[in-house]
T-cell receptor, first 113, second 113 residues
Framework: DAGVIQSPRHEVTEMGQEVTLRCKPI?????LFWYRQTMMRGLELLIY????????DSGMPEDRFSAKMPNASFSTLKIQPSEPRDSAVYFC???????????FGPGTRLTVL | AQTVTQSQPEMSVQEAETVTLSCTYD???????LFWYKQPPSRQMILVIR??????QNATENRFSVNFQKAAKSFSLKISDSQLGDAAMYFC??????????FGKGTRLHILP
């Protein structure tokens, strides 16, 4: 298996633009997690899905952030409009079961100018 | 490739006592970051403590401290005066210079009243 796949690896955009981050979990995994990592706050869980259904989105910072999982093999995290304080590395992870090991993707480094 | 190993799947400690969670890692890099995260049942990842590899001084945050042995590639977490709220999964994590993050499999900590 190729592991968790995220795209793009790097994204540079201007304030106010829409940003869409993509994730393909490991086949057969039924949990998918979106994290944001900054040096100040560490790794923050934004939202997670079970069988494509959002379970907990309490970590989503504000309404500018939205996430979808239309099927078991694809998820998106969208920021609209983006702001400079959204600059961070965004990780997607998947697992089989709620407390099993999470496998992380390589992350997307987002820079909002 | 970097690896992170937590050799203790579960541990128990009496309330008010001290417990040490072990973590070893393997890397050929000289510049990196190490983290301990706490994951309570809410699934949120809470940053407990971080250590920059170039700093020789062990990081400390209130009741939490680390024993960072760079040459031995060891990064253990000591929790003093354990409290019931410390019960959780604890993950050791390594972050490389290119932002790749690797988690250990976790140690489930039980606090005995």
């Amino acid at each position: 298996d190729a592991g968790v796949i995220q795209s793009p690896r790097h994204e540079v955009t201007e304030m106010g633009q829409e940003v869409t981050l993509r994730c393909k979990p490991i086949s057969g995994h039924d949990y998918l997690f979106w994290y944001r990592q900054t040096m100040m706050r560490g790794l923050e869980l934004l939202i997670y899905f079970n069988n494509n259904v959002p379970i907990d989105d309490s970590g989503m910072p504000e309404d500018r952030f939205s996430a979808k999982m239309p099927n078991a093999s694809f998820s998106t995290l969208k920021i609209q409009p983006s702001e400079p304080r959204d600059s961070a590395v965004y990780f997607c992870a998947s697992s089989s079961g709620p407390y099993n090991e999470q496998f992380f993707g390589p992350g997307t480094r987002l820079t909002v100018l | 490739a970097q690896t992170v190993t937590q050799s203790q799947p579960e541990m128990s400690v009496q309330e008010a006592e001290t417990v040490t969670l072990s973590c070893t890692y393997d890397t050929s890099e000289s510049d990196y970051y190490l983290f301990w995260y706490k994951q309570p049942p809410s699934r949120q990842m809470i940053l407990v403590i971080r250590q920059e590899a170039y700093k020789q001084q062990n990081a400390t945050e209130n009741r939490f401290s680390v024993n960072f042995q760079k040459a031995a590639k060891s990064f253990s977490l000591k929790i003093s005066d354990s409290q019931l709220g410390d019960a959780a999964m604890y993950f050791c994590a390594y972050r490389s210079a290119d932002d790749k993050i690797i988690f250990g499999k976790g140690t489930r900590l039980h606090i005995l009243p």
